[in-house]
């Protein structure tokens, strides 16, 4: 379930990669769930490609929204290819990153107070 990203009773975090960087996706996805019963207020993040949803328990569930936005199409949950998270590739590129920052620290740590350690500012 890469979609969801945080769940407690009566609010919702998931991502939405239909409406990552597309504000007119993310104002009719807005509309949608507040169409909905039990759905008191929607955040969408068109940035993010995130969407916060508060509802009230007694009307409706998690469950029942999430249900909703398959079948509507906006997210698909049948799908465990990581390039849907972001919509674009760009969770690669963050753990390409956070894979060189990783490789750096240790390597200075590894070489510190050696005559190797110049290497550290090369890299």
Request: proline share 4%; charged share 20%.
């Amino acid at each position: 379930m890469n979609y969801l990203l945080h769940m407690i009773p009566g609010r919702l975090r998931i991502k939405v990669p239909l409406i990552y960087n597309n504000p007119e996706n993310a104002t009719k996805l807005r509309s949608f769930l507040e169409s909905l019963k039990g759905v008191e207020k929607v955040i969408c993040n068109p940035i993010t490609g995130s969407v916060v949803i508060h509802y009230d328990c007694d009307l409706t569930s998690s469950n029942n929204l999430i249900k909703c936005l398959q079948d509507y199409g906006y997210i698909n949950t049948e799908s465990n290819n990581r390039e849907n998270l972001f919509g674009d590739g760009q969770d690669s590129k963050a753990l390409s990153f956070m894979t060189r920052v990783f490789f750096n620290v240790a390597l200075d740590m590894a070489l510190r107070n050696t005559p190797l350690s110049f290497l550290t500012i090369l890299v």
